[in-house]
């Protein structure tokens, strides 16, 4: 009697490694968060303390309407970071955007193709910031210094040194809280993205091989990932949503101008790496870019109330934006040190 035996199943070494590798980095992305949750607390304390106004309804509808469109453009920021890419030109679209909303409309456009118009617009520039990443395989952090110059220039002939105003009432009216809230619009449309970007991120087969082109890139290219269509998109999402702050912006300024959203890339970045998003990819969490804009926006509301200058903020943005490099991979660089040590003890060369 013949006796049928099943074949024993095991797992590939590599899968195996892949897993205990997206394990770990879960691991870290909590108890970074974690962190968060403490300093967020502890933002919240400090403001308190410094000004009795701090609890106020106000205080938080300036805080997101001040924050909306940095936080708005940090959740492409985020998927770009986590694939080992990034976009300096952010700010630089937005003001791109400004601009060209104002030019239009100082010329006759009717305000919603204009509007249209500067979505194409800041399509057209995202994708050209992936096409020179994915197809010309150029380095992201080259390409996108380029085309924040590049974008910004643009801005600068189109409007000039003018000042565009007098858009209609109907959209300057998103400066004000939504109804009888205190919640600014801005904020809200926030939430709303990145329920929407937290869900695809880390609910979907896309936010996985978004993962695994920041862990292992080419792996994932062999492994049947579309690499460079992902990455490509991305840039595309970003480049659509800078021009949608920008229109953002000039509705809430009912103005605009040339240098509008100059230097914004800046807390951006700071944003999504000071939420643990690794600047070497494969690693964050939505949640934990929005903790991150909430301290940003309780320190700047804390910081404002005490009459801390702008220039003052930038420095402890900067302190945040390092701290956010080196904590996470403190462990890491300890790691490796050990190991370098103990080979020179052992006397392997």
Not at 320 to 342: C, D, K, T
């Amino acid at each position: 009697m013949l006796t049928v035996t099943k074949p024993e199943v095991t797992m590939m070494p590599d899968v195996i490694e892949e897993s205990r590798t997206i394990h770990s980095l879960l691991q870290s992305a909590m108890r970074w968060e974690s962190g968060l949750v403490l300093l967020f607390v502890v933002s919240l304390i400090y403001g308190s303390s410094v000004s009795s106004y701090f609890f106020n309804v106000q205080t938080f509808f300036f805080a997101g309407l001040n924050f909306g469109e940095i936080a708005i453009m940090a959740l492409p920021m985020t998927l770009i970071i986590i694939t080992g890419e990034i976009d300096l030109s952010v700010g630089s679209m937005l003001g791109l955007s400004a601009s060209i909303l104002g030019y239009l409309f100082m010329h006759g456009w009717n305000i919603w193709l204009a509007m249209a118009i500067c979505l194409i617009v800041g399509i057209l520039g995202g994708a050209l910031n992936g096409l020179l990443v994915t197809t010309f395989g150029l380095p992201s952090i080259a390409v996108t210094i380029g085309t924040l110059t590049l974008y910004r220039g643009i801005a600068l002939i189109v409007l000039g040194s003018n000042t565009a105003v007098g858009f209609p009432a109907s959209f300057t009216k998103i400066s004000l809280p939504i109804g009888n809230t205190h919640i600014a619009y801005d904020f809200a449309i926030f939430v709303v993205l990145a329920i929407i970007f937290g869900v695809v991120l880390h609910m979907t087969p896309i936010g996985r091989s978004i993962y695994a082109i920041g862990l292992q890139g080419e792996t994932a290219y062999f492994s049947g990932i579309r690499v460079k269509r992902i990455k490509f998109f991305l840039y595309v999402i970003s480049g659509f949503l800078c021009a949608f702050a920008g229109l953002l912006y000039t509705f809430q300024q009912a103005s605009s101008a040339s240098d509008t959203g100059m230097g914004l890339e800046l807390n951006v970045v700071a944003i999504a790496l000071f939420g643990g998003v690794s600047i070497f990819g494969g690693r964050g969490t939505i949640f934990g870019v929005v903790l991150s804009v909430a301290i940003f926006a309780s320190l700047q509301s804390s910081l404002t109330d005490v009459n801390v200058s702008a220039q003052v903020q930038s420095i402890v943005t900067g302190c945040l934006l390092l701290m956010s490099v080196l904590i996470p991979n403190a462990r890491e660089g300890a790691g490796r040190f050990r190991a370098q040590l103990r080979r020179r003890t052992s006397g392997v060369s």
